[in-house]
């Protein structure tokens, strides 16, 4: 049993890229919590596409052993938290649960916008904070000038600012020394009654729901029976444990420690995210609790073998499972058929529901152009959600939209200010703040979701080549002149590409769009009119000309073989096309043509 | 009962797989040895002309195709000694067509008058170019001026002599080709084959095509305007197309070939050489090793694939439709069991690509430069 004095819960918040996972490996390492022959680059990243992107995306825990120079034992607790905007919440839970961070800043690079993003979630939480520059074996390290920077723009001391290199072990003692001696033990009472928050929780297939939690007060032993506050549910406590980083079982957990409890539950949704845990038939305040993430962005997703629809919905609701920030509804295109409107946190989140779909399930895609929520006010003073531009009502009955909006912070080399301001402005920015920290300028717009969610940050990542970075939140929702665009492929219109435009940039859109699409669909044996078009008004139209040439020269009594496998080939290959009415359009068209070259 | 491939007809196809040079364009089973055992692959090809015949006893042989490779540097006893046997093991038809695919080179040439001793009653003459620089560039060792003179020794000694022309070329315009080709009708007899350019994965073409190296190759537009320039000319010189790249006088025909087109049986014998044979009532697709040496030395046929209904009726089609004459529904719906969706057919009339006279349907001038598109769709269902 730890005592109290004895234990450190502690957070790691870094911009993608800044060393996050590296300096959790070698801490792990350094301390022997796990043996150098189980050892692989960013152990808390469990998933593929985790490690694959560099990113974390659900939040990790593990406990470490560590002996520090004062011969003393302590108990290490890491909550390794994601990175990136669309996993904002995890970060802001998991922050909860602890009561340090460490704030790892790159040192070649300085404070970038997830930085700020995730510090001052840190700060919101009370945090201690132990600023760690890192990558300082790297010649472009610059250590004085980003210890200013972090100063100047987060507002916290860097005097004391710990120099690492994570990759070379450089500055990692000092590190599990400062964690000791400058991050608070935690507080709480033995002997009161058991009070815990629920920090996370995941489905296993062998064990059932796993829930992880933080001790507040009192103490937690395999076979009580607890209780989940927020719905009065009592379960029977099988198994505890901690995460080193696998899990290891053990008897109890006591104040200030983190591990997690399996009770036989079924469903992750059962187990709602920031409730408190207490005995069965005990009465304790509960705690705060956290707001549930909502989805902000919405798409269909659509099996391009219409056979595997329940394929998709059973992968689907396994997903769901262990994410209740990704709602799904069932969805019927007309060019489409059957598949999912599925609402996401941001487009990173999209793409990893859709990346783990394809690959874990092996179920291929077609995604529709992402869309926000609207709001619909109709004349008879009612509202209505609008996640789909297909379910856009009669304008007769409308009488106004609102949109959502957002706060964006981006941070950039003043280099490349002038193209940002630019970018900004075309995507119905209002800027709101700029100011400089060095060479860097801090832009804060307010901008539409819906000029974001697209391809904005592909954008900003290309006119600064990279160096700028960028965070969000929603701000509210804002009155605009909104229209839903239409596409037509001879003459039929395609719902899965229609979408919601201010009607000032709707001519530019249509352009862009028949245009794409004019390079997208291969040349028929007929001519295909390409149309955009608002209500019953064509506002762009392209022509894709008819076929001129396809004859194989040579077919001899040798070819035949060959030649019908190419046309099965090509077959099968028409049959992942969507069919609208005598137009193949293949189904990368669909993503590909709302991405927006200006 | 008549069987399927009677309405095609029986030929026999003899693979010689060696050339002088590997042509940078072809993808064809060729290779070049340095020394060939004459003999040997003589008796090879004889022992599989005795288990061919074997399978199919009492066939009327209607042609004979030397192809290769380059069969024009075949010894022309071991020719003639396939010939004698291929009478001797079957009934062959009094106007058997024996055809042999030469090089234009002046060996070849002086090896005609021993051809056609051995039988050989038609040559096909592979010019491809008749300027210097061009074939230069399609990697031929030939001059023009050479392929001129021994298309004239062939045309002495042949009756049917037939040549083939590559087009879109590198930096060839349209009016180079309608010139060159100008010149080639005037050079023809009755039978020209003009093949357009075709870039295949897996020959030294397809490498620099991969690579941005092949430069000045048409685009779509102008490729189809030199398609539809070649049958516009050779159908002035009354050569029209019977097939998408052949062109003949009525009755010159390749009657080998037709024998494809029209899907009927034939028999493939040498490396990588394919056939199609009805036996029992059950058509196979045959192959036989690429591989020359094991060919020779192991192994002369792979097993056999049954063809589906499905498949025969594919292929019937993906190769009837070649020809200007078109196919017969009837012989689709009985191979595969269904018909052609009326719907398909009516689209594809409507759009201009389909012409349907009764049971035969055929493609038309336009539908012909689309026509993988039209297969495309009369065999998606």
Known sequence: ?598 | MTEDWQNGGFGIYIHWPFCAAKCPYCDFNSHVARTIDHAAWRNAYLEEIRKAAEQTPGRIVHTVFFGGGTPSLMEPWVVADIIDAIRKHWPTANDMEITLEANPGSVEAQRFADFRAGGVNRISMGIQALNDEDLRRLGRIHSADEARAAFDIARKTFDRVSFDLIYGRQKQTLADWESELKQALTMAIDHLSLYQLTIEQGTAFGDRYNAGKLAGLPDEDRAADMFTLTRDICADFGMPAYEVSNHARDGAQSRHNLIYWRYGDYVGIGPGAHGRLTLNGQRFATEAPTNPKRWLEELRQLPNVALTGEDQANEFLLMGLRLTDGVDLARFEALSGRSVAPDTLKNLSELGLLDQRGRNISVTEQGVSVLNGVLRELLAD
């Open chain 1, 1 to 598: 049993m730890t005592p109290l004095s004895h234990i450190r819960n502690f957070s790691i918040v870094a911009h993608i890229d800044h060393g996050k996972s590296t300096l959790a490996d070698r801490l792990i390492q350094s301390t022997n919590t796990v043996a150098d022959r189980d050892m692989k680059a960013q152990m808390l990243d469990a998933m593929d596409i985790e490690r694959e992107r560099g990113i974390t995306i659900k939040a990790n825990t593990v406990r470490i052993d560590y002996v520090a120079d004062n011969g003393e034992a302590y108990v290490l607790n890491l909550i390794d938290t994601p990175g990136h905007v669309d996993f904002a919440y995890e970060v802001s839970r998991s922050m909860r649960a602890v009561e340090g961070s460490l704030l790892v800043v790159d040192s070649t690079q300085g404070v970038e916008a997830q930085t700020l993003a995730n510090v001052y979630q840190a700060i919101d939480a009370d945090h201690d904070i132990v600023p760690i520059l890192n990558k300082i074996d790297l010649p472009a390290a610059d250590c004085d000038r980003v210890a200013e920077q972090i100063e100047d723009v987060i507002g916290i001391d860097a005097s004391g600012a710990i120099r690492v290199s994570a990759k070379t072990g450089i500055g990692i003692h000092e590190t599990l020394e400062a964690i000791v001696h400058h991050l608070p033990a935690p507080k709480g009472e033995e002997n009161a009654d058991l009070k815990a928050m629920l920090v996370d929780s995941w489905y296993d297939s062998y064990l059932g729901v796993i829930v992880l939690v933080r001790i507040i007060d009192g103490r937690l032993k395999k076979g009580d029976r607890v209780k989940f506050v927020s719905n009065g549910t009592v379960h029977h406590v099988d198994r505890i444990g901690v995460f080193r980083p696998q899990m290891q079982v053990i008897d109890s957990l006591g104040p200030g420690e983190i591990g997690f409890l399996t009770a036989s539950i079924k469903q992750v949704r059962d187990t709602r995210v920031g409730d408190t845990v207490t005995h069965d038939k005990k009465t304790v305040t509960p705690l705060p609790g956290f707001k549930p993430a909502q989805p902000v962005v919405f798409c269909g997703l659509f099996p391009v073998d219409s056979s595997e629809f329940e394929d998709l919905r059973d992968a689907i609701d396994k997903l769901a499972l262990n994410d209740a920030s990704f709602s799904f509804e069932m969805e019927t295109s007309a060019a489409l058929g059957f598949g999912f409107r599925c609402g996401f946190l941001g487009l990173l989140h999209l793409e990893v529901i859709r990346d783990r779909i394809e690959r874990e399930y092996d179920i291929e895609l077609i995604t529709t152009a992402p869309s926000v929520v609207y709001h619909v006010y109709m004349r008879d003073g009612s509202m209505q959600e609008l996640h789909n531009p297909a379910d856009m009502p009669d304008l007769s009955v409308v009488d106004h939209l609102e949109e959502p909006r957002i706060k964006a912070t981006i941070l950039v080399p003043d280099d490349y200010l002038g193209d940002v301001l630019k970018l900004c402005q075309d995507r119905r920015g209002v800027q709101l703040d700029l100011t400089y920290a060095g060479s860097r300028a801090m832009v804060v717009y307010d901008l539409p979701l819906n000029e974001v969610v697209f391809d904005f940050y592909d954008r900003l990542k290309s006119v600064t080549k990279g160096y700028a970075s960028f965070d969000y939140q929603l701000t509210g929702y804002q009155t605009d002149n909104l229209v839903k665009m239409s596409v037509l492929v001879n003459d039929e219109p395609v719902d899965a590409l229609s979408m919601m435009v201010h009607r000032d940039r709707a001519e530019m859109r249509g352009r862009a769009m028949v245009e794409k699409l004019k390079d997208l669909i291969p040349r028929h044996m007929f001519k295909i009119p390409i149309q955009a078009a608002i209500g019953g008004k064509v506002i762009a139209r392209e022509t894709l000309s008819a076929m001129r040439k396809d004859v194989t020269a040579k077919c001899y009594g040798g070819d035949a073989t060959r030649k019908r496998k190419l046309l099965d080939k090509q077959k099968a290959g028409k049959k992942k096309m969507r069919q609208f009415g005598k137009v193949d359009i293949p189904q990368e068209a669909f993503i590909s043509a709302l991405k927006m070259d200006s």
